[in-house]
């Protein structure tokens, strides 16, 4: 018998800039992907806190101002220990200063997180879903803000 369970993550887009963006944020995960940060809720914990939370332990960015609109969704599935998983992530839109092109994870799964040139992105980023999403909050932000 197969077990079915959803799973929900929330993350964020973060670009340097929403104006004149150069640059986005990427998480290396130890797992071996590369894709941008999220993560799940911790209890009751409202979806935008557990999203600003786990931008926060992959990256080390605490100053994310989201733009106004709505979270983008992305939908897949996998399959772990016999178990398939539907899995949907809320990814909103943000800015944040790039200090630095490294930023400090505080998480031991999260191998690198930085500051990707947008010229980069589409050969560092591991899922084309990812790269869909990518382009989806591009054009959000250079044609509807």
């Not at 992907?33 to 806190?49: M, N, Q, S, V, Y």
């Not at 989201?66 to 909103?92: M, N």
Request: charge should be negative.
């Amino acid at each position: 018998m197969h077990q079915n369970k959803k799973d929900y993550a929330y993350g964020c887009i973060i670009f340097n800039d929403i104006q004149n963006p150069t640059h986005v944020v990427l998480v290396h995960h130890a797992s071996g992907h590369i894709a941008f940060p999220k993560g799940h809720k911790e209890g009751d914990e409202d979806t935008i806190i557990a999203m600003r939370r786990e931008v926060k332990e992959e990256t080390g960015i605490t100053d994310v101002v989201l733009v106004d609109a709505e979270p983008l969704v992305e939908r897949y599935s996998f399959k772990t220990d016999g178990i398939k998983y539907e899995k949907e992530v809320l990814f909103w839109i943000g800015s944040a200063p790039m200090h630095d092109t490294e930023l400090q994870p505080e998480l031991p799964d999260v191998v690198r997180a930085w500051w990707c040139s947008l010229a980069d992105v589409a050969k560092t980023l591991t899922y084309t879903e990812s790269y869909a999403l990518y382009n989806k909050s591009l054009d959000i932000i250079q044609h509807h803000l």
